[in-house]
């Protein structure tokens, strides 16, 4: 049988400790990230009642009262009081300990000394940042606000980041009980600490919960891969590295643009990093590193890497693949402390370990916003010719003609970039202001130029009953899903997961119905 029992407590009354901790924040001397937390924080601080502190556990700071069994008095004291002040007998001490989040409360000071005097305690307090979970705003940010400001005159800390929760895919708390746990230590194991590390960074969307699956750890795996490949390519090319005649040689269009790009993502990391957007600073050195060093820089630097009749514009593509891969690895550091370092030991470097070498700056006249436009031109061109050969499924070991009509103001850029236009989409490259499309060519509009591929020799009539096909799969399947997503039933009840991953296969089928119509377009006129 159970039976309720009466016992006296200890309490605070903190409603004047909590006014100063709430005006602390209103005043912006302690900032919650996300905002949104500052609701949670002011709901529990303005609507505060007297704390009970005292817990009947063994273990714990005590109590500091003591009992005169003698006359009955009770005695509070900073100091352990030796005899009663009252009758002068002798004293117990009160048996009970203090609420865990009541010592908790004390930790950012009494780490650090506290109630001595310590140059630890006077160079860290108050700390800058302070990094924890959102279910705990009030038991611990709070108390430790409100002791701090309290005890040591002062705010504890000037940000408190609150994290993520990590959840399963499904967007399940994890728990043991029902086997949904991942363990770090074997995700580590199976797919490295740098991917997992970096899927975290790239899920911690502000005031969101991570939903983690294996999918996607397994693709920051390829992009720890990519890298390693990147840096194998850099490294197996390096022969005859030479900064000072790197330095006669004037760069090349791709040299400028890759450096201003690279200046952009300095400046996108280090303003997510500020913010505390980590999801935004990693995206930021993963779209770079990924769809631009190695997407096209890498593939454009082979050219004068394997080209042996230009020792000047060589030397200057090696400084500049080294610069720029140095330079992003010291970026990538805190997402992929490892790999970075593992490949920045091998590179050309200043300094013991990447660990304590300068993280990046960016300086805004090191964006080039001309070489920006310009090379996005270029990289237009060849992504059409690409999309075409893609989606008539033409190998890219095929060699096509194509012909640009350019307009007046990239005629010479195409020119100046005509030979990188070659290689990059394996076309025979034709300028001409003044062409008209011929038959059997597929058609790109760029800007204000347009592009026609050649396609003689490739079996359109085969070509465009492919692809009508499988629009018509696709009418269907987009059909299906919006009358799916028609269904209040549908809507209302299933999982937001369910109804979310339908609205994303639909804006998919959308997607690629529409893709499919403009290249049938580009079919039915080529075999006009
Ligand atoms: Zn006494």
């Known amino acids: 049988m159970v039976e309720p029992l009466v016992s006296k407590q200890w309490y605070v009354n903190v409603k004047p400790l909590a006014e ?34 005292s817990r009947q556990l063994w273990w714990g700071h005590r109590i500091p009262a003591w009992h005169c069994d003698r006359d009955g008095s009770v005695h509070v004291s900073r100091e352990d009081p030796t005899a009663c002040p009252q009758c002068g007998g002798p004293l117990r001490q009160d048996p009970d300990t203090l609420d865990t989040w009541f010592s908790s409360g004390l930790w950012p000071f009494s780490t650090l000394g506290w109630p001595d005097d310590t140059p630890e305690l006077r160079t860290y307090y108050p700390t800058s940042v302070l990094i924890t ?44 009980s029902q086997g949904n746990v991942a363990d770090p230590l074997e995700v580590m194991g199976k797919f490295g600490t740098d991917a997992f590390r970096f899927t975290l960074a790239a ?51 791709a040299d400028v643009w890759i450096e201003s790009r690279l200046a952009a993502a300095i400046a996108e990391v280090r303003d997510g990093l500020r913010r505390y957007k980590f999801n935004e600073a990693a995206s930021a050195v993963y779209q770079f590193l990924w769809h631009e060093f190695c997407d096209w820089y890498l593939e454009i630097a082979k050219l004068s890497l394997y080209r042996a009749e230009s020792p000047g514009q060589r030397a200057r593509t090696q400084v500049t693949l080294v610069t720029v891969l140095e330079t992003t ?24 370990s990447i660990m304590i070498a300068p993280f990046p700056k960016a300086a805004r006249k090191q964006r080039n916003a001309d070489a920006e436009r310009q090379m996005s031109v270029v990289m237009d061109l060849v992504t059409a010719v690409r999309n075409i050969r893609g989606e008539m499924r033409i190998t890219p070991a095929q060699t096509l003609g194509a012909t640009v009509r350019p307009s007046p103001d990239t005629r010479d850029l195409y020119a100046a970039n005509s030979a990188l236009i070659e290689t990059l989409a394996r076309v025979r490259l034709t300028i001409d202001p003044g062409a008209a499309r011929p038959k ?7 800007g204000g130029s347009e592009l026609y591929v050649d396609l003689t020799g490739v079996d359109l009539a085969a070509e465009r009953q492919r692809i009508e096909k ?23 009840r299933a999982p937001e997961e369910v109804v979310a991953r339908e609205r994303e296969r639909l804006a998919e089928n959308e997607g690629l119905h529409a893709k499919l119509v403009a290249s049938l377009a580009w079919i039915d006129d080529g075999a006009r």
């Open 440 to 446: 059997n060519s597929a058609l790109a509009v760029i």
């Open 470 to 492: 499988e629009i018509h799969r696709l009418d269907e399947a987009v059909a299906f899903g919006r009358k799916k997503l028609e269904r209040p039933e549908f809507v209302e």
């Open 203 to 253: 899920l911690a969307a502000q005031g969101r919960d991570i939903r983690i699956s294996e999918e996607r750890i397994q693709g920051y795996r390829n992009f720890a891969n990519k890298i390693w490949n990147a840096s194998r390519l850099v490294l197996s090319n390096l022969d005859g590295y030479d900064p000072a005649l790197a330095k006669k040689t004037a760069p090349a269009l």
């Open 20 to 53: 100063a901790a709430l005006k602390a924040v209103r005043e912006g001397r302690i900032k919650l990230v996300p905002r949104t937390a500052t609701k949670t924080y002011y709901h529990w601080m303005e609507n505060i009642r007297p704390w009970c502190i």
């Open 133 to 176: 979970a959102p279910d705990i705003i009030f038991f611990w940010v709070a108390r430790m606000a409100m002791f701090g400001i309290h005890v040591m005159k002062e705010v504890p800390f000037r940000d408190v980041y609150l994290h993520a929760i990590v959840r399963d895919a499904e967007g399940q708390k994890m728990s043991k």
């Open 329 to 352: 690895l010291r970026l990538l550091h805190p997402f992929m402390p490892f790999i970075t370092e593992e490949i920045w030991q091998r590179l050309p470097h200043k300094g013991e």
